[in-house]
């Protein structure tokens, strides 16, 4: 997802991204064994009570449509049963509580698998069948716009969106709502996405950072030293040199190697902003370079796996589970997925990505949607209508307090069905820095349990067993407790720790018939400069990268960028 065109080519990886993050949380507080439970948040709802009832009202939403409305819509669904008997695309717990409580019938035209999504919408946009509202690729977010067939949400927008919409849309970037709008008027509502919680986190195996009396990496030259150390010193007690001490694989855009490359301000397949405020690309800036010549020097010294340039994510994971890495950059939800589940036994400790220099580390993120735009068909009526739809997705969703309208509404650990995929509107919300801080205040007696969500209260419940002795919970302290990836969540939230990336446009004719090439070039000077290639070799790739289209995509986003100031 780090630019449009890989959004629309790697959905699969997308989906598996933020399914990791959605279905966190788990059933009977059985954390160790997580199930299908939605994220929610510490901010009190102005849409439930303390017992968990619902009220409809919000700030500037429209009131109930009497009599209803209908308005038609396409869906796309996981491959999870979000049925309970009786149930339809058309008559469930979400249709059924926005028609009784706002007035809105919805009615889905069809309903398929999100493999299959993109091409359907295609399709439809073809047929010029499009339906009342729908989700829709930046892409296709275009062709429509350029049609005239989307309606102007700007003034919508001013008027019927409430404080929470306006929050999550802040706090996810100001690109995103920017990306929504054509010639300075909003078109569409971004599906907001959870990349600041996808951003890199480095955790280290808990026993060997106590084994030898490690202290917690304050720069980029601690994280080589504790590599060093880890490789070096025999931190399993085996007697052989058969330990590393930062994992890698070949899939170089994965947090295992971005997480160490940010920590040099070194940004892989993003636009950033140069002195003179020009876009330039980070694959190209002096600092990779110094990121690489770093790595080259744990290759070369025998602190990373000699074959990582061949190894996918199930081989590193294997010699994780096997005991043979004592670090990995990961993300803030690491511990439960993969690390406890490769070793149970062992606790990993998370630390937020260190600089090489002393200057503040920004991590990069690509543009903050979950693929998809909420357009408005230009002929539908009352187009407000879809705030009270997101409104119902943020309060069940997300604010909800109740066990009884989570198990409703949400997930039912008992029946196996996940209700929340039925809301016809999604918007994703940054929750684990919420989380975090609700869940210590819980902790600590200034909150009562029953303020939390039932997510809150299911994690709170792992905390105090871990704190209980019970270690099995490890994966939920270190991700939740006191000295968590969530404290972390908080600390890049209040340093504003994010790099997102600077072109949020299109992608441009060069990108669209070279960037591919490009990339491959890209991948193809690091595996051989990590692995003791010159390093003149990324000097020679700059040049290429230039000549064979670099140039062309640099001129064409800095006409992007001068045609949106």
């Known amino acids: 997802m780090r630019n449009q065109s890989r959004r629309i080519s790697a959905i699969g990886m997308a989906l598996v991204l ?27 709802p102005n849409s439930t009570s303390g017992t968990g009832e619902t009220e409809p009202p919000a700030k500037g939403l429209p009131a109930k449509f009497d009599p209803p409305i209908q308005l038609t819509t396409a869906m796309a669904n996981y491959s999870y049963t979000k049925f309970g008997d009786g149930e339809t695309t058309d008559n469930n717990v979400y249709t059924q509580y926005i028609k009784d409580t706002y007035g809105i019938e919805v009615k889905a035209i069809w309903d398929v698998p999100f493999g299959q999504y993109e091409q359907k919408v295609n399709l439809m946009i073809a047929s010029g069948d499009m339906p009342d509202f729908v989700g829709v690729s930046p892409s296709q977010f275009k062709q429509l716009y350029e ?108 947090n295992a190697m971005v997480g160490f490359l940010n920590g040099f301000h070194a940004y892989r397949d993003i636009w950033i902003k140069d002195a003179d405020g020009k876009l330039v690309s980070g694959d190209i800036q002096p600092e990779m370079k110094t990121a690489l010549a770093e790595l080259q020097t744990l290759y070369k010294n025998g602190w990373l796996d000699k074959e990582f340039g061949v190894k996918d994510m199930q081989k590193l994971e294997e010699s994780i589970a096997s005991g043979k890495i004592g670090m990995v950059f990961g993300n803030m939800g690491s511990a439960a997925a993969p690390l406890q589940q490769l070793t149970p036994e062992n606790e990993w400790l998370p630390f937020a990505v260190p600089s090489a220099d002393g200057e503040a580390v920004k991590l990069q993120i690509p543009l903050n949607i979950y693929n998809y735009y909420w357009v408005v068909n230009k002929d539908v009526e009352h187009p407000e209508a879809i705030f009270p739809m997101i409104q119902t997705w943020l309060d069940m969703f997300y604010y909800n307090t109740s066990d009884d309208l989570y198990t409703q509404y949400n997930y039912d650990s008992e029946l196996d069905i996940a209700h929340w995929m039925n809301a016809p509107i999604k918007i994703y919300k940054n929750k684990r820095a919420d989380n975090h801080l609700a869940e210590m205040e819980a902790l600590n007696g200034s909150k009562d349990k029953s303020e939390l969500t039932p997510e809150q209260r299911n994690n709170l419940a792992g905390i105090e067993k871990y704190l209980a002795g019970d270690k099995k919970f490890w994966n939920v302290y270190y991700q939740d407790g006191p000295e968590s990836s969530g404290k972390i969540a908080v600390e890049y939230l209040e340093k504003d720790s994010y790099q997102p990336t600077q072109f ?62």
């Open 18 to 44: 933020v399914m990791s993050v959605l279905l966190a949380a788990c059933s009977d507080n059985k954390e160790d064994s997580p199930t299908p439970a939605p994220p929610a948040s510490s901010e009190e």
């Open 147 to 254: 049609a005239g067939a989307i309606a102007d949400l700007t003034e919508v927008y001013e008027t019927y969106a409430s404080d929470q919409v306006r929050e999550i849309m802040e706090l996810a970037g100001p690109e995103v709502l920017e990306s929504a709008r054509m010639k300075g008027r909003l078109m569409a509502i971004p599906w907001t996405g959870v990349a600041k919680e996808s951003v890199s986190v480095l955790w280290v195996r808990k026993d060997w950072y106590e084994k030898f009396n490690l202290t917690p990496p304050q720069s980029m030259a601690d994280v080589l030293k504790m590599a060093e150390i880890f490789a070096t010193q025999d931190p399993d007690g085996n007697g052989k040199p058969d330990t590393f001490g930062l994992g890698l694989y070949k899939e170089l855009s994965d």
């Open 504 to 565: 949020t446009g299109m992608p441009t004719p060069a990108m669209l018939q070279k960037k591919g090439n490009l990339d491959k070039l890209r991948d193809q000077m690091v595996l051989k400069v990590i692995t003791g290639g010159s390093l003149d070799e990324f000097d020679r790739f700059v040049e290429q990268w230039k000549k064979l289209g670099g140039d062309e995509m640099t001129a064409e986003v800095n006409e992007w960028l001068a045609s949106n100031q």
